[in-house]
Protein backbone atom coordinates (compact mmCIF):
# COMPACT_ATOMS: atom_id res chain seq x y z
CA UNK A 1 0.00 0.00 0.00
CA UNK A 2 2.84 2.27 1.12
CA UNK A 3 4.38 1.64 -2.23
CA UNK A 4 1.52 2.13 -4.83
CA UNK A 5 0.62 5.15 -2.31
CA UNK A 6 4.23 6.60 -3.45
CA UNK A 7 2.66 6.32 -7.06
CA UNK A 8 -0.70 7.75 -6.41
CA UNK A 9 1.26 10.85 -5.13
CA UNK A 10 3.55 10.99 -8.14
CA UNK A 11 0.16 10.68 -10.41
CA UNK A 12 -1.79 13.26 -9.29
CA UNK A 13 0.62 16.49 -8.67
CA UNK A 14 0.35 15.71 -4.78
CA UNK A 15 3.14 15.93 -2.34
CA UNK A 16 5.49 13.58 -2.35
CA UNK A 17 4.44 11.19 0.88
CA UNK A 18 0.96 13.13 0.88
CA UNK A 19 -1.33 9.97 1.25
CA UNK A 20 0.95 8.24 3.84
CA UNK A 21 1.38 11.54 5.92
CA UNK A 22 -2.25 11.43 5.83
CA UNK A 23 -2.33 7.70 6.91
CA UNK A 24 -0.39 8.31 9.65
CA UNK A 25 -2.37 11.48 11.27
CA UNK A 26 -5.43 9.77 10.95
CA UNK A 27 -4.13 6.86 12.94
CA UNK A 28 -2.47 9.17 15.60
CA UNK A 29 -5.67 11.03 15.78
CA UNK A 30 -7.56 7.63 16.26
CA UNK A 31 -5.43 7.11 19.03
CA UNK A 32 -5.10 10.01 20.57
CA UNK A 33 -8.86 9.38 20.70
CA UNK A 34 -8.70 6.18 22.93
CA UNK A 35 -9.75 4.01 19.72
CA UNK A 36 -8.87 0.03 20.06
CA UNK A 37 -6.03 -1.01 17.78
CA UNK A 38 -8.55 -2.35 14.63
CA UNK A 39 -9.96 0.90 14.33
CA UNK A 40 -6.60 2.72 14.46
CA UNK A 41 -5.27 0.18 11.67
CA UNK A 42 -8.59 1.14 9.94
CA UNK A 43 -7.95 4.83 10.14
CA UNK A 44 -4.42 4.35 9.27
CA UNK A 45 -5.18 2.58 5.75
CA UNK A 46 -8.28 4.39 4.83
CA UNK A 47 -6.33 7.57 3.74
CA UNK A 48 -4.06 5.24 1.53
CA UNK A 49 -7.23 3.61 -0.04
CA UNK A 50 -9.37 6.45 -0.57
CA UNK A 51 -6.33 7.67 -2.56
CA UNK A 52 -5.57 4.69 -4.43
CA UNK A 53 -8.50 5.21 -6.74
CA UNK A 54 -7.70 9.05 -7.42
CA UNK A 55 -5.72 7.74 -11.21
CA UNK A 56 -8.68 6.13 -12.14
CA UNK A 57 -9.94 8.80 -14.26
CA UNK A 58 -6.64 10.31 -15.09
CA UNK A 59 -7.08 9.33 -18.48
CA UNK A 60 -10.51 11.40 -19.10
CA UNK A 61 -9.27 14.22 -16.67
CA UNK A 62 -6.09 14.33 -19.39
CA UNK A 63 -8.18 14.42 -22.32
CA UNK A 64 -10.64 17.12 -20.92
CA UNK A 65 -7.76 19.15 -19.21
CA UNK A 66 -4.42 18.58 -20.52
CA UNK A 67 -1.88 17.66 -18.09
CA UNK A 68 -3.86 15.83 -15.38
CA UNK A 69 -0.60 16.34 -13.00
CA UNK A 70 -0.59 19.72 -12.96
CA UNK A 71 -4.13 20.25 -12.44
CA UNK A 72 -4.05 18.09 -9.46
CA UNK A 73 -1.39 19.93 -7.89
CA UNK A 74 -2.91 23.69 -8.90
CA UNK A 75 -6.59 22.43 -7.07
CA UNK A 76 -4.97 20.94 -3.87
CA UNK A 77 -6.13 22.57 -1.01
CA UNK A 78 -9.21 24.50 -2.66
CA UNK A 79 -12.15 24.73 -0.70
CA UNK A 80 -14.78 24.17 -3.65
CA UNK A 81 -17.42 25.57 -0.53
CA UNK A 82 -16.43 29.15 -0.24
CA UNK A 83 -17.78 30.73 -3.21
CA UNK A 84 -15.19 33.98 -3.87
Excluded at 44 to 61: I, Q, R, V
Aim: proline share 2%; charged share 20%.
Amino acid sequence: MGTLSLAVDAGTGLFDYHSLRAATLAAGLAREVGQDERTVSDAFYLPLLFMSGCTAESHASAGMLGDEVAIGAEMLGVDWGAPK
